[in-house]
């Protein structure tokens, strides 16, 4: 079906989000204005649905100041909203007329007649994308994922295979330093000290920091997370033990997943980080999602260590900004849970995306890539996020069990 015939059918529905969706992936290739404004305009509808007044005000207003607005069919609609918004008044959908006239306004209506998508086709053509994506990969990759209501599955490459997880590691660290708080062995505000022997070169701040420092176990682990701290993550693996963080995994079923030791750069060690696999880190997040391993509060503690990753990579880069941007809206509507990984030629990036359309787990491990560059466009940064958003439009961009 044409996108525009999808879209003017989807605004018409008040399924918002799907109209903003169609749009948003033609709209990376053509890079049209008036596909942007049209785009603006699910949006703010998107965000009127949920409640948030000025989130919508503040798109449709974008919109009315657009350079094209004078042309458009619906510029006099699009200033009576914004009144109406500003004066917390109830706003009426445009009719279905009028949005034929903003599609023929944008791109026009080709071929209305088509007969739609079905359910087996939207299946047959998101792994023909990942397949795609492989195909402009020069390394290796496999994605696994899971909707958590439905608990449909999308799978690509070998996702039982073990690979190096390089610091997707610090996740089964994190989860299992809460676990033994949860059962009483530690407390969240422990003071942890920094040894010599923890000190290691790579991410995170505390390399930097004066040895001896003390910081309580709950700020050793969020650095471990959010900014991938490696000199944090070696003093976690000192307190909660190796053994026992591969214990949990094995207790869990976790059959392709170890750490193996702790973060170092000798040259002459040729033994991986850690290992792990696309299945048994979604299977990690699915059990820690739905409280198999921790309770609440612990839960929500990991929760809230994971959505305050800074390095937004593989999962996040080409998801709709608009919504898992916290400036409309906090929290914002799409929030994502994760932890990245990165070694010369390896990127991975595991995660929970909590949607207003569901929620599912993925995890995207990769290597053997050409680009052995640690630069923000390296390929797996450039390529494999589209992989991300095929799920993300696959899992969120219909209604589930429908039609695309």
């Known amino acids: ?14 399924e918002f989000f799907r109209a903003h969706e169609v749009l948003e992936e033609s709209w990376r290739l053509t890079k049209s204005e008036k596909e942007q404004i049209a785009i603006w305009i699910a949006a703010a509808f998107v965000h009127w649905q949920r409640e948030n007044e000025s989130g919508a005000l503040r798109l449709f207003q974008r919109v ?40 023929t306004w944008a791109d026009g209506m080709p071929n209305p007649m088509r007969p739609p998508i079905t359910s087996g086709e939207v299946s047959y053509m998101i792994h023909q994308q990942l397949a795609d994506i492989a195909r402009e990969f020069s390394g290796d990759y496999a994605l ?33 330093a809460l676990r033994q708080c949860q059962q009483g062995e530690r ?16 991410s995170g701040v505390m390399q930097h920091l004066s040895r001896g420092i003390h910081l309580p176990l709950r700020d050793i682990l ?27 995994c094995a207790s869990l079923g976790l059959q392709a997943t170890q750490v ?27 059990k820690l999602y739905r409280g198999e391993i921790l309770a609440d509060p612990y839960r929500h503690i990991a929760f809230d260590i994971l959505s305050r990753q800074q390095y937004q990579t593989l999962l996040t880069r080409y998801l709709p ?6 400036e409309e809206e906090d929290p914002p509507l799409v929030r994502v849970l994760s932890k990245s990984g990165s070694l010369s030629g390896i990127r991975n990036d595991a995660g929970l995306v909590l949607t207003p359309w569901g929620d599912y787990a993925i995890a995207i491990m990769s290597e053997r890539s ?26 969120c961009g219909r209604p589930q069990g429908g039609e695309p």
Do not use: C
């Open 187 to 202: 407390q969240l505000t422990d003071l942890l000290v920094y040894e010599a022997e923890d000190e290691v070169e790579g």
């Open 222 to 248: 969020t650095l471990m997370i959010i900014v991938s701290d490696n000199v944090a993550t070696n003093i976690a693996l000192r307190t909660v033990g190796i053994d026992r963080v591969n214990a949990l």
């Open 64 to 103: 009315a100041d657009h350079p094209l607005a004078s042309t458009m069919p619906l510029t006099p609609d699009i200033l009576s909203w914004i009144d109406a918004l500003r004066q917390h008044s109830r706003i009426i959908r445009p009719p279905r007329a009028l949005l034929r006239q903003l599609a």
């Open 370 to 395: 050409r680009d052995r560059r640690f630069h923000p466009d390296t390929e797996a940064h450039v390529i494999l996020p589209k992989a991300s958003r095929a799920v993300f439009d696959y899992f």
């Open 1 to 14: 079906m044409d996108r525009w015939q999808v879209y003017v059918d989807a605004m018409d529905e008040g």
């Open 260 to 286: 193996v030791r702790k973060i170092t750069f000798d040259p002459n060690e040729d033994r991986p980080l850690g290992l792990s696999s696309p299945h048994d880190l979604v299977m990690l997040l699915t």
């Open 144 to 176: 696994y994922a899971q909707h958590l209501e439905t608990r449909e599955i999308i799978q690509f490459g070998d996702t039982a295979r073990p690979r190096e997880t390089a610091s997707v590691l610090k996740l089964p660290v994190l989860i299992e």
């Open 321 to 326: 900004y608009e919504l898992i941007s916290d």
